[in-house]
């Protein structure tokens, strides 16, 4: 199940976004967690963020043990294919649609 984080805005998401949730919710239950959309479009973001037009999400990894992170971002790299890019930050795994 997927839960957004009080405060966070999805409003003005894009499709493949709603495709990548779907797809993290799934990897992120393989490994046990419950997945928690952090951010998506609000908040506050470099210039030129995809975060601001809706093609970018940040996911919570406060729920996920430590070595498990970066195993589940490469899991939802690989599931989500080259159209995305996941990015494990330092409390946060962020992704974005930006084909290549």
């Known amino acids: 199940m997927i839960s957004i984080k009080p405060g966070a805005s999805v409003r003005g998401l894009r499709p493949e976004m709603a495709l990548a949730l779907t797809v993290a919710d799934q990897v992120y239950g393989a490994h046990g967690y419950d997945l928690v959309v952090t951010e998506g479009t609000g908040g506050k973001h470099g210039v030129g963020s995809l975060h601001y037009v ?44 930006q084909p290549k």
């Open 54 to 97: 809706g093609l970018a999400v940040d996911l919570r990894t406060s729920n996920v043990a430590a070595p498990f992170v970066g195993v589940i971002a490469a899991d939802l790299g690989k599931a989500l294919g080259a159209e995305y890019d996941v990015v494990a930050e330092s409390d946060h795994i962020h992704v974005e649609h």
